[in-house]
């Protein structure tokens, strides 16, 4: 691993031992990597000698604030972050009156296909690294100078299409001499690939899942979310009851509001069968007018949410966030890149 900012305590302190450099150095190296520095000329405690012997052993890179928006209705705060080879991913910060939730990206586009996403309409170019994914907190907090308490996995990407890397994300950013953001302070979003959720079920970690249902029905859901296709609703339903037996955490189930097809009473009633005997909350989200998508918002999300509740589920509707600066998943970046082609074909 040449990322040093990758690397867990242990695995740092072990790098730096074969250095020929004492244990203690490890503490030191790691804290600063998570205090968000530019370059290793930044670590005050650590001797010039060591730091130059890092630079040549280990890439430092931190990502460049491509583009910035901030929403003049919430203050809500949405970053282009441009990586070292190029490509771009997206994060938001969002104020809430319980702290700053920073929602992070964990791939550079995505292949999923989930039809109302703007995420996926250039596919998966590649997986993020832990540190790429870190970046992203560390630098919005920098940016913004506000703590972030919050942060969900809920960007661009499939977070347990690169589950690896954020197992590791996960447990950077949770350590006490790092960031120390409690894993009941995290929420990760998954399209639902089940081998993912029942490995995560078996980590046993305290975070949220959130499981990104947009349909109780295979018909439907293979419609517009073709991992429905490889692990249907059945399957998904049954590994959301393994998560909870294993974890004890309430699952939250997205489901986006879109006009005519997942909007009906006889799929909120399917719903509340499905969840029978399992805790769950539905997080109603009022679609994204994406232009690449045929897919409009609904005209029933209140009628929807009455009949979940009559059910007795819990179900809420997502507060919309800068909404006058695209701050749905894909939207910056997908500007960038048709911006970047007309730049292209001009020439």
Not at 45 to 70: C, D, H, I
Not at 94 to 110: A, F, I, L
Request: overall charge neutral; glycine content about 8%; hydrophobic content about 35%.
């Amino acid at each position: 691993m040449n990322e040093l900012k990758s690397m867990t305590l242990p695995e740092l302190t072990e790098a730096l031992r074969a250095m020929g450099e004492p244990a203690f150095r490890g503490k030191q190296v790691f804290t600063w990597l998570h205090k968000g520095i530019q370059s290793y000329d930044e670590m005050g405690n650590v001797p010039k000698g060591l730091r130059e012997k890092l630079a040549r052993t280990y890439s430092f890179a931190v990502p460049k604030a491509a583009r910035k928006q901030v929403s003049r209705l919430d203050g809500t705060v949405k970053y282009l972050w441009e990586l070292a080879d190029g490509n771009c991913v997206e994060s938001v910060l969002m104020r809430y009156r319980h702290g700053n939730t920073v929602c992070v990206s964990t791939q550079v586009g995505c292949r999923m296909g989930c039809a109302f996403c703007a995420s996926t309409v250039a596919g998966k170019v590649r997986d993020l690294t832990p540190a790429e994914i870190l970046d992203q907190v560390l630098f919005t907090q920098l940016d913004s100078g506000e703590t972030v308490s919050n942060i969900v996995l809920m960007g661009i990407g499939e977070p347990l299409d690169n589950l690896d890397a954020v197992l590791r994300f996960l447990e950077l950013v949770n350590h006490p001499d790092g960031l120390n953001i409690g894993m009941r302070h995290i929420s990760l979003s998954t399209c639902g690939l089940v081998p993912g959720i029942r490995r995560l079920g078996e980590a046993g970690l305290q975070l949220t899942l959130s499981v990104s249902l947009h349909a109780p029905d295979s018909e439907t859901r293979s419609q517009i979310m073709p991992v429905n296709r490889a692990y249907d609703v059945e399957e998904l339903f049954d590994a959301c009851r393994d998560y909870f037996q294993k974890t004890g955490r309430r699952i939250s189930f997205e489901y986006a509001m879109i006009d005519g097809v997942n909007d009906h009473d006889w799929q909120a009633d399917l719903i509340a069968q499905k969840l029978r005997g399992m805790p769950g909350h539905v997080n109603l989200i009022p679609l994204n007018d994406v232009a690449e998508s045929p897919l409009k918002p609904s005209k029933r999300l209140a009628v929807f949410q009455k009949r979940l509740e009559s059910h007795g589920l819990t179900a809420t509707v997502r507060r919309s966030l800068g909404g006058d600066i695209d701050a749905s998943c894909g939207q910056l970046r997908r500007k960038a890149m048709e911006e970047a082609q007309k730049g292209e074909d001009s020439q």
